[in-house]
Each structure stands twice: as structure tokens, then as C-alpha cells.
């Protein structure tokens, strides 16, 4: 059975740092796509950021850019969100979604090109 479970959210200051685990389990991490998604209380799931278990690539949304980092390990099936510099308007449920192989670029930010999603992790910045 394909698990994911996410860890790490909690309560920050505007300007402060976390870092989300996502730990997958029921599948072998050599070759897929993880991403990391975000929903807001009124607003609809916000792709965040992407990486291939194969190959290291990675993407972001321009919100985040130059502030969040995404990473694997791959021998301990985890991916990690570093996000620093954080803003209120970060504050949202942190999901982790998977799927075998590649996504097109184009499709990444798509919820639906995924077929696994963890339970997700609070995220709160206040200001």
C-alpha cells in the first residue's frame, strides 16, 4: 500500500523557517514525480513544488522561488520543503502528491496528474 506522510508544519513568525518531511513507503523512490501542494482556507490547491526522484530536477511556483527548496533522498524515501522567509500568505495545509515517472512540465501544477496525496501538514505564519 502507497503511503505518504507529511511532518514538520507549525506555527511560525513572518520571516522564520520550517522544513517539511514527506516519507513515502509502499513504493520504491527511483523514479517519480513528488510534489508539494497547498490549500488555503477559500482557495483552491496551489502547486508549490516538484522534484523527479531520477534525475534531481526541480521547479517552483513563482511565489515561492528563491525562498523554498525542494530535495529527495532517496534511500530513506523522503522528500524534504525547505521554506525560508516565510509570509502570512504562505499560511495553508502542505500536501505531498506522487506519481511513477516524469510529468510533463506543463502538467506539474496539476493536482489531477497525481495519483498519490499524503493527509497534509499545517502550515500558520503569523505577521
Known amino acids: 500500500e502507497v503511503q505518504l506522510v507529511e511532518s514538520g508544519g507549525g506555527l511560525v513568525q513572518a520571516g522564520g523557517s520550517l522544513r517539511l518531511s514527506c516519507a513515502a513507503s509502499g513504493f520504491t523512490f527511483d523514479d517519480y514525480t513528488l510534489g508539494w501542494f497547498r490549500q488555503a482556507p477559500g482557495k483552491e490547491r496551489e502547486g508549490v513544488s516538484y522534484?523527479?526522484?531520477?534525475?534531481?530536477?526541480?521547479d517552483y511556483a513563482d511565489s515561492v522561488k528563491g525562498r523554498f527548496t525542494i530535495s529527495s533522498d532517496n534511500a530513506k524515501n523522503t522528500v524534504y520543503l525547505q521554506m525560508n522567509s516565510l509570509k502570512p500568505e504562505d499560511t495553508a495545509v502542505y500536501s505531498c502528491?506522487?506519481?511513477?515517472?516524469?510529468?510533463?512540465?506543463?502538467?506539474?501544477?496539476?493536482?489531477?496528474?497525481?495519483?498519490?496525496w499524503g493527509q497534509g501538514t499545517q502550515v500558520t505564519v503569523s505577521s
Open positions: 522534484i523527479s526522484t531520477r534525475d534531481g530536477s526541480t
Open positions: 502528491a506522487a506519481r511513477t515517472g516524469r510529468i510533463v512540465v506543463s502538467a506539474l501544477h496539476s493536482p489531477t496528474s497525481y495519483d498519490y
